[in-house]
């Protein structure tokens, strides 16, 4: 089991930033990948931003404008968001999948709403 908490989230006006950060704790050396995934109002939970060994992947839609980043020390993962927009507005959810070996399970926290408008 693997235990999940978000933090970071907020309103933003256009342009801004935010930083959200997510501490994950439990049976930590099962995990191969961490990464941040969001749900817009009415639609489906999207991938944002994984990040797996060395091995970074982004959605199109952030490319350029959102960075992730692994603690290994602090087992936090974080997502600095930069020059956000009102179309990056959703719940933003911290996941990890642990390794095949060890059952291939998804850990998913609370969530964190991040709000850009003007």
């Known amino acids: 089991q693997v235990q999940l908490v978000e933090s970071g989230g907020g309103f933003v006006q256009p342009g801004g930033s935010l930083r959200l950060a997510c501490a994950y704790s439990?049976?930590?050396?099962?995990?191969?990948?961490v990464g941040w995934y969001r749900e817009a109002p009415g639609k489906e939970r999207d991938v944002v931003a994984t990040?797996?060994?060395?091995?970074?992947m982004y959605a199109e839609s952030v490319k350029g404008r959102f960075t992730i980043s692994r603690d290994n020390a602090k087992n936090t993962v974080y997502l600095q968001m930069n020059d956000l927009k009102p179309e990056d507005t959703a719940v933003y959810y911290c996941?990890?999948?642990?390794?095949?070996?060890?059952?291939?399970?998804?850990?998913w926290g609370k969530g964190t709403l991040v709000t850009v408008s003007a």
């Open positions: 996941n990890t999948k642990d390794a095949v070996i060890y059952g291939g399970m998804d850990y």
């Open positions: 439990g049976s930590i050396f099962t995990i191969i990948e």
């Open positions: 990040v797996s060994g060395s091995i970074t």
